[in-house]
Nanobody, 121 residues
Framework: QVQLVESGGGFVQPGGSLRLSCKAS????????MAWYRQAPGKQRELVAR???????NYADSEKGRFTISRDNAKNTVYLQMNDLKPEDTAVYYC???????????????WGQGTQVTVSS
């Protein structure tokens, strides 16, 4: 069974930084892409940043220049470095990965359990 486990969320003041991590484990043949989404109260889940196995990266416009996504393929781990955090960044952040598992015939999306990020003074 494939699992995604996130860590690194917490409480931070405006202007502060946090680094989120997400590690994929299980019988994994390949990870096509890894991404971070977030969902604020009363809002839809939205893409924050995404990185493919080849290193292609895309960000939501509101995070460009403040957030950096990176990936360690050897560790099946994706990171999200968040700088200059703002109260509007408060949300539950979810890790997402498109994984070709050993038990599957095609890549499938998987989600982590989410980690809370709260930005407040």
């Amino acid at each position: 069974q494939v699992q995604l486990v996130e860590s690194g969320g917490g409480f931070v003041q405006p202007g502060g930084s946090l680094r989120l991590s997400c590690k994929a484990s299980g019988r994994i043949l390949d990870i096509v892409a890894m991404a971070w989404y977030r969902q604020a109260p009363g809002k839809q889940r939205e893409l924050v940043a995404r990185v493919t196995s080849g290193g292609s990266v895309n960000y939501a416009d509101s995070e460009k220049g403040r957030f950096t996504i990176s990936r360690d393929n050897a560790k099946n781990t994706v990171y999200l470095q968040m700088n200059d955090l703002k109260p509007e960044d408060t949300a539950v952040y979810y890790c997402n990965a498109v994984i070709f598992a050993a038990t599957s015939i095609a890549p499938s999306p998987y989600w982590g359990q989410g980690t809370q990020v709260t930005v407040s003074s």
